[in-house]
């Protein structure tokens, strides 16, 4: 929505003046910014009290994922009607009731006394942080200067990778020091003091009716719903020998056909077509697909490997995380720079899935011997890689679409991300699980007496109780090496990924010359 918003050329207008006045600019600018931070903090804070979720609840270590994935998929399906919600009910009525929702949302999540309540209230907490993102970042620009719009762009950018970074330490610590239920309550005071803030100081902004796609809306929710089902479901019905596979997959094929052909068709589509036809955007779309698998199969894989397998607290799984965040950071500045300085932005990008990849073969050749220092360099580099791809992406892919699609291109390019985290979350998770057990399999028909050496299985049966301990301890050294091969096979395919990007970034068109502020507001 921020693009609406933004000068069209490099200089100020004549008339330097903010769109939306307002008393007190600070103070407004504080209550968006903390209503932004809880919601991109609530996609990673969760993650590291997953194991402990997992108890409580009595849930598997597959069924799990349903509190990650059902935020990312209730927030991508959401996503799309932001605009439309905006003019219908008014920009500052819509952004008020989404942060009061996402506060009582995260209440009921920490109430949660079963798995089936957690994916319920996860999934209303993801509908109401949809539409926070692109209100916080058109009401900053709109109550801004225009002179000062990269300005304010800067700190919404630098504030909006606060989260990552603070995410895994802040939840590891809520889970050590009080209980797993904390990494939501703690939205309760923030989100009260943002939604004070805004009730107090947010400005009146005009909608304008307009026409609503609801059979375009529907087709695309029916299909990523089925999707995610068929992904979820899968491994525990067996895949196609169950009838409700089929049912999610005929379901997903042919919504998400429908979908294509109405938004193809029709006359006022929920997404223009023409956004389709402009190269970049569509190489864009792929490369945020891979994005979004890559960084959060990465988030959700990492802490049940590091507590389960290598014996990390939820603090320590915390620290050990941070410095991905810290390197997307970091990156994320100097790769503006490098643009800035008029460095190609596809040679940046394909630096950085590079970088990316290069980060996950270290991770392919982890073992059970790994220690803080590998995980730590590995993470580092990684967010170095995934943020010197983000802004000259936007960048490049807005270039060359029309600036009255920017809005709806922006949209787009978060609803593919998400889904691209969805479904590698859930498309590593049964990954994992199957060659864990193939693996297993495999380890346990080579331990023999003459692969232990000295000791006679045979001979154990005479101890009894002490036996049992010795073939329960062979067994659970069995699981662990098997565990970490299927970790290791996720950390393969990823790299697969990053790396199969890195050619693509170089069929993109050179970024237009004047791209100007309005490409680089969208790229942070």
Known sequence: MASAALPA?????????????????????????????????????????IPHMQSTLGATSESITWVLTSYIVASAVAMPVTGWLADRVGGRRLFILSVAGFIGASMLCGMAQNLEE?????????????????LSQSFMLDTSRPSRHPQ??????????IGPILGPILGG?????????????????????????????????????????LT???????????????????????????????????????????????M???????????????????????????????????????????????????IDTGIVLMPRGV????????????????????????SGFAITALSQWQMAHWSLQ??????????????????????????????TLEPRLRTEGASLLNLVRSLGASVGISVTTILLARNIQISHEELGGRVTAQSLGALDLSALDRFQALGQAGLAMIDAEVNRQAAMIGYVDDFWLMMWMALAAVPFAFLMRPAKAGAGPAADAVGH
Do not use: K
């Not at 939501?184 to 902004?205: D, K, Q, S, T």
């Not at 190269?279 to 507590?307: D, E, H, Y």
């Open 152 to 161: 304010v762009m800067a700190i919404w950018g630098m504030g909006i990778m």
């Open 264 to 314: 193809a068709t029709a006359r006022n589509p929920l997404f223009e077509g023409s956004m389709f036809r402009d190269r970049n955007f569509t190489l864009a779309l792929c490369f945020m697909f891979v994005i979004g698998v890559v960084m959060f199969a990465n988030m959700a894989l990492l802490p049940p490997m590091l507590q389960h397998l290598f014996g990390y607290g939820v």
């Open 370 to 399: 790994a220690d803080s220092y590998h995980f730590i360099l590995s993470g580092l580099i990684q967010g170095l890689g995934m943020g010197l791809v983000f802004i000259p992406l936007n960048v490049t892919a807005f270039s």
């Open 9 to 49: 050329h490099s200089g100020a207008p004549p008339t330097d003046e903010a769109q939306l006045q307002v008393r007190n600019p600070a103070l407004l600018l504080v209550g968006i910014m903390a209503a932004s931070l809880l919601q991109v903090l609530d996609t990673t804070i969760a993650n590291v009290a």
């Open 173 to 213: 610590w809520l889970t050590e020091s009080a209980n797993w239920r904390w990494v939501f309550y703690v939205n309760l005071p923030v989100g009260i003091l943002a939604l004070a803030v805004l009730m107090a100081e947010l400005p009146h902004r005009d909608g304008a009716a307009r026409r609503f796609d």
């Open 216 to 262: 375009g809306f529907a087709l695309l929710g029916l299909a990523l719903a089925s999707f995610q089902l068929l992904l979820d479901r899968g491994e525990h019905l067996d895949w196609f020998d169950a009838g409700e596979i089929w049912l999610y997959t005929f379901l997903a094929a042919s919504a998400g056909w429908m979908a294509i052909v109405h």
């Open 118 to 134: 957690m994916v319920m209230f996860r999934a209303l907490q993801g509908v109401a942080g949809a539409f926070i993102p692109a």
């Open 327 to 350: 390197g997307v950071l970091i990156s994320m500045q100097l790769s503006g720079l490098l643009i800035r300085r008029g460095v190609d932005a596809r040679m940046v990008v394909a």
